[in-house]
């Protein structure tokens, strides 16, 4: 019985032009004459499917075509140009890249200046506090002390007064 071409394995393969022109180069490469049969041929037995006849016909007589130097020279100009053209706008893109960054940079630095400098006032402070409370504490003892003298000459003068 035949294999039908429509099989499961082959109806839903396709062939993209690089590999049928990789596979059509490896046997330039061989040494062989690129027809359509051949090339049909040696994609059925690498991929196991081989493509459209009129596609794998455009691709050989594409191979044997003769090169024109003068629009190949064009051709590689402008892709060079395109090159440089990219080459320039990735180097814009960078330079406003790193612009951002180190606007960016000077930012986070102001804003770590400022919460350090708050940071250094607030410390500061609380020192002083510390201070004021020992202060304090040593007032509020000395109070007691006076208030204790105190009630001592008012015990005093009462029993002056009461002789």
């Known amino acids: 019985m035949r294999a039908n071409r429509y099989s499961a394995q082959g109806m839903n393969r396709k062939l993209t032009d690089v590999q049928i022109a990789a596979t059509a180069e490896t046997l330039r490469q061989e040494g062989r004459r690129v027809g359509w049969r051949v090339l049909q041929a040696a994609l059925t037995k690498q991929y196991g499917a081989a493509g459209r006849t009129d596609r794998l016909r455009a691709i050989c007589r594409a191979s044997h075509e003769p090169v024109d130097e003068h629009s190949l020279t064009t051709e590689l100009r402008r892709q060079a140009e395109e090159g440089e053209q990219r080459c320039l706008e990735a180097q814009q893109q960078r330079d406003q890249a790193l612009s951002r960054a180190q606007r ?60």
Request: hydrophobic fraction near 35%.
């Open 104 to 163: 960016s940079e000077q930012r986070e630095t102001a804003h770590q200046d400022r919460w350090a400098a708050e940071i250094h006032a607030l410390r500061e402070a609380v020192e002083q506090l510390r201070g004021e409370r020992a202060r304090r504490q040593s007032l509020e003892d000395q109070v007691v002390r006076l208030q204790r003298e105190l009630q001592g000459l008012y015990g005093r003068l009462a029993r002056f007064e009461g002789q």
